[in-house]
């Protein structure tokens, strides 16, 4: 397995997997209609690719045999929440596909943009989470994130409670 950082040619590989990683991980919490008309409209290729090309945003790859079965994606904060303020970073995504998870790959790649995320200068680093997504929740508290807000997650018609962690930006 390797990892590298994703350029804007891979704006479509990017997205793909990200459907793919989001209906494999949460696609039995939703009716298929709410399911559809989310993946409709999340992932557009276009989007990922200006975003890549900009600088602002970076993504990671981890790759098997040079096939793409998980990723990290950071950028600017987008998280409603009142503390955050102009140049916090987002951990925005970290998936892995089933078939490629528990071998530390995840970690790795959170590794990765956490450190990409901590080299700019913000004052704190923020990640969104499902509330019920334990396993994550106790993953980003052992780098530091504690859980100071909520939000409602739209997936069609259904409204997820997602938590919001923060963790200052450390120095040095």
Not at 76 to 91: A, I, K, Q, T, Y
């Given at each position: 397995?390797?990892i ?8 479509s ?52 045999d ?47 943009a ?59």
């Amino acid at each position: 397995m390797a990892i590298r950082r994703a350029t804007a040619d891979d704006a479509s590989t990017l997205c793909a997997l990200a459907e793919r990683t989001f209906v494999e991980t949460f696609g039995h919490l939703y009716p298929p209609e709410d399911l559809a008309d989310y993946l409709a409209t999340a992932y557009p290729v276009a989007l990922q690719r200006q975003q890549l090309a900009s600088g602002e945003y970076a993504a990671w790859l981890l790759e098997v045999d040079g096939e793409a079965v998980g990723f990290a994606f950071a950028g600017p904060c987008g998280l409603p929440h009142p503390d955050v303020v102009p140049g916090d970073g987002e951990l925005k995504r970290l998936y892995v596909l089933r078939d490629h998870q528990s071998g530390g790959h995840g970690g790795q790649l959170f590794t990765a943009a956490l450190e990409w995320l901590q080299a700019r200068d913000s004052q704190a680093l923020w990640i969104g989470v499902w509330s019920e997504n334990l396993g994550a929740q106790r993953f980003y508290g052992r780098y530091g994130f504690t859980h100071v807000g909520a939000y409602e997650f739209p997936v069609g018609r259904v409204r997820d409670r997602e938590f919001i962690l923060r963790r200052e930006r450390l120095v040095g």
